[in-house]
Nanobody
Framework: QVQLVESGGGLVQAGGSLRLSCAAS????????MGWFRQAPGKEREFVAA????????YYVDSVKGRFTVSRDNVKNTVYLQMNSLKPEDTAVYYC?????????????????WGQGTQVTVSS
């Protein structure tokens, strides 16, 4: 079993930055693909970013490329999402997810474990 706890959300003005953290428990973090997703009110949950087991490969949805950076620390069992140049359309609940897999995982249906989410609100 893997438990995920997100933190770092909050209210920020457009153009500002936030860093989200996702702390994982369990023994499989070091061989897990991790992903960040978000869900805005009235919309489906969407993929934001993914990182492979050792951080050597990452992938982003086009709308956040150049602004968001996903990283991980396998000693601390934590994955991060650095969000810069935030826009009002980035407002959503952000979730991290895990799957025991050495590759990159983009498909929401493939993830086995989910956190409870953290709210990010960007004001204009």
């Amino acid at each position: 079993q893997v438990q995920l706890v997100e933190s770092g959300g909050g209210l920020v003005q457009a153009g500002g930055s936030l860093r989200l953290s996702c702390a994982a428990s369990g023994r499989t973090f070091g061989r897990s693909a991790m992903g960040w997703f978000r869900q805005a009110p009235g919309k489906e949950r969407e993929f934001v970013a993914a990182i492979n087991w050792n951080g050597g490969r990452t992938y982003y949805v086009d709308s956040v490329k150049g602004r968001f950076t996903v990283s991980r620390d396998n000693v601390k069992n934590t994955v991060y999402l650095q969000m810069n140049s935030l826009k009002p359309e980035d407002t959503a609940v952000y979730y991290c997810a895990a799957k025991t897999d050495y590759g990159l995982v983009f498909n929401i249906r493939e993830y086995d474990y989910w956190g409870q989410g953290t709210q990010v609100t960007v004001s204009s």
